[in-house]
């Protein structure tokens, strides 16, 4: 790339500034993520639209990471994203807009400019695939009291989840590190992602109708799209996106559940994918290919740079014969 054209990405593209993040800190956005070198400061030339940033705090040797702590943003083109580390918390917070003018202002006179990581450009296709449903609105719709997504405040809202054997190991791999996040769990709440029942239940009538309801979910899914969507079939799968990033990406159990649960409603419906709702069907397809195609992949670059920390793939559990698809799609075949 020639300088002009570096340029001119720079000035058009958002630009992330971090600012007093520790040495050895693993910061991601999207499918990219990073360990914090001592003069870094943030991303630039990141394209314009919807992001997800996480990171992990580490311990001075950069052998022990916290729990993952992400949030989604819409970058404007030009647009400079402020938060600073706070040592405390372990944790980025905001700037007063006192600040954030004047660090702006310095990120557009080019003043941190060689402190900036620029955003890969050629793996922005891949974050596209698993993020071309999610909106602004749908940000705004799901993300929690204060933006924050991390399983270290999940314990209380899971607590009486039924898990299987699967959830139950990966609800344990996702929880267990070496030192906890300082997280204020009673300021903290979850994703507020659309309820999605296990099973129909009505009254009134018959039972071979209830099995009928239960065994073809199309119904259930005409349901949810009118009440929860205003009939749209792509806040739908925008929230599909949602879950499953804040899952693989911020590690986030309720949002494998949520997750799980769309799925199960989806791939439940026998009606809706030839009938009624053919192209939302073609969608999800589409979609959960390239989740499962990334999530799946072993020959990741940052895999193997953040193996001692956390990694944003789904490993051999997803293979077992206790996973929820090996189940789904055995019922489908």
């Not at 899914?221 to 929860?228: G, P, Q, R, V, W």
């Amino acid at each position: 790339m020639d300088a002009d054209t570096a340029l001119e990405l720079v000035k058009r593209g958002a630009t992330l500034l971090l600012l007093d993040v520790p040495q050895y800190t693993l910061v991601g956005i999207d499918t990219q993520m990073f360990s914090v070198g001592p003069v870094f400061k943030g991303l630039k030339m990141i394209p314009p639209g919807v992001h997800f940033v996480y990171y992990s705090s580490s311990s001075r040797d950069g052998k022990e990471f916290s729990p993952i702590i992400g949030f989604f943003v819409d970058a404007g083109p030009s647009e400079v994203i402020i938060r600073r580390w706070t040592t405390e918390e372990e944790r980025l917070v905001s700037v007063s807009e006192e600040e954030a003018e004047r660090y702006c202002q310095a990120v557009k006179s080019m003043e941190f400019d060689r402190q900036l990581g620029p955003y890969d450009l050629n793996r922005y296709g891949d974050w596209k695939r698993l993020s071309n449903y999610i909106t602004k609105d749908t940000i705004q719709r799901l993300e929690p009291i204060g933006g924050d997504i991390t399983v270290a405040c999940e314990s209380e809202i899971l607590k009486n989840t039924p898990k299987a054997a699967m959830e139950k190991a990966l609800d344990e791999q996702l929880k267990t590190r070496k030192f906890s996040a300082s997280v204020d769990k009673a300021q903290s709440r979850g994703c507020y992602y659309t309820s999605i029942p296990h099973f129909v239940k009505r009254r009134g009538i018959e039972g071979h109708e209830l099995t009928s309801l239960n065994l073809d979910k199309t119904q259930l899914l005409e349901t949810i799209l009118a009440t929860e969507f205003g009939g749209s079939e792509d806040l739908l799968l925008g929230e599909f996106q949602f879950s499953f990033i804040a899952f693989l990406m911020g590690q986030s159990l309720e949002a494998f559940l949520q997750w799980k649960a769309l799925v199960g409603l989806l791939l439940g419906c026998t009606e809706a994918p030839f009938h009624t709702r053919t192209q939302l069907f073609t969608k999800f397809v589409r979609v959960i290919y390239y989740q499962l195609k990334y999530g799946l992949q072993k020959d990741s670059a940052d895999n193997r740079s953040t193996e001692q920390g956390t990694s944003a793939l789904l490993d051999d559990l997803w293979f077992s014969t206790d996973s929820f698809l090996h189940r789904l799609c055995k019922v489908i075949g």
